[in-house]
């Protein structure tokens, strides 16, 4: 049975925390079923942090985590040295000593270097750099969720003359009402929702991995004119400038993280939406990331994690219209150097 390499340990004990994409945890479980020496690092690894599963996360800066995060690394660097010399020792007067034995040094290297990790942080440092690992990870796989998106939509394009989705609304229409199912065309959502509608997404697409929510999917699209309800959509898309020319020219912003001026709705069956910003709410990023930023979809296909709600050279705020301090849920931009992203 051959031994781990650092970069199978590295996978591992990514897996154990939970950190692994769906393709690394199949490559992980595949090593744990064919490697004794992986089960076993797997078991032990586990084993060693299952006190920690009581800790409750909490946000935390990224400044002080990455600190953390180094200051662990660099006890585990130190302590390699030592668990090699240890290892080296126990080699030389390795003769005479049970096979079974032997076997059982691996697992025991493993375990402390997890400890060296928790002792070297404590407790409180651990709770920060698992925070980190947890947000980085939920960051990383709402991104691909974007990327995702944008792929839907290139392939929606692909087969309606390179149209984007889009449906005809009244002049003034409500685009805050997610969830009407009437037959006219409300809602900035309802575009997006032929994507499910036509099969060219799942409706869990639409839901960022961050949030905890208990959503069902078990409904059948055909029968929906828009999502459901707001809890089965948690991002925001682009409101158009009418006035916009075919086509999307220059780098701009489609499809963002839910917007914070935006995130609690009434029901549809509300006749009004009135939202006044105020200096708080202008600050505020979106929900889905606990305020620390949101993944920002642009035209050409990147998605980058903002810490920020601004982009481009004009500093544009994507969640809010220029000189607008209130809404009432019809107002559109009235040029394409104003992103808007809602609801």
């Known amino acids: 049975m051959t031994s781990l390499s650092e970069q199978q340990k590295q996978l591992l004990f990514d897996y154990c925390l939970g950190l692994t994409s769906e393709l690394e945890s199949a490559q992980a479980e595949e090593l744990v079923l064919s490697n004794e020496h992986a089960a076993r690092f797997v078991v032990l690894v586990k084993a060693s942090l299952s006190p920690l599963d009581s800790i409750t996360s909490e946000p935390c800066h990224d400044e002080l985590a990455e600190g953390t995060i180094w200051r662990a690394h660099q006890a585990v660097r130190t302590s390699r040295l030592q668990l090699s010399q240890l290892l080296a020792e126990e080699q030389k007067r390795s003769t005479g000593v049970k096979a079974g034995l032997w076997r059982n ?57 390179g149209q984007m989705p889009a449906l005809a609304a009244a002049p003034g229409a409500p685009w805050w009402k997610v969830g009407d199912q ?14 499910v509608k036509y099969n060219y997404a799942k409706p869990s ?12 999917f078990s409904y059948n699209p055909k029968d929906y004119n828009d999502f459901p309800n707001r809890k089965l959509v948690t991002y925001s898309f682009r409101i158009n400038c009418p006035q916009s020319p075919a086509g999307e020219p220059g780098r701009r912003v489609i499809v963002a993280d ?16 009135i939202v006044k910003i105020s200096d708080e709410l202008l600050r505020r ?43 009432q849920g019809t107002e559109l931009p009235s040029s394409e150097a104003d992103a808007f992203l809602a609801p």
């Open 105 to 161: 040094i691996f697992g025991r290297l493993a375990t402390a270097a997890v400890f060296i990790v928790v002792g070297s942080a404590g407790i409180a440092g651990f709770k920060i750099a698992s925070t980190y690992a947890h947000q980085k990870y939920w960051q990383t796989q709402c991104g691909a969720r974007l990327a995702g998106m944008f792929q839907s939509l290139s392939n929606y394009r692909a087969d309606n003359d």
């Open 182 to 195: 009437g037959p006219e065309n409300v809602s900035n959502t309802r575009r997006m929702w032929l994507l």
């Open 205 to 216: 697409d639409f839901v960022c991995p961050a949030r905890k929510t208990d959503c069902d």
């Open 258 to 273: 839910l917007s914070p001026v935006f995130e609690s709705l009434p029901p549809p069956s509300e006749g009004a939406l």
């Open 285 to 327: 990023n979106s929900p889905n990331h606990a305020g620390r930023g949101q993944n920002v979809l642009f035209c050409d296909g990147s998605v980058k994690f903002l810490r920020t709600r601004k982009t481009g050279v004009s500093l544009d705020d994507i969640f809010t219209l220029q000189n607008t301090l209130a809404y």
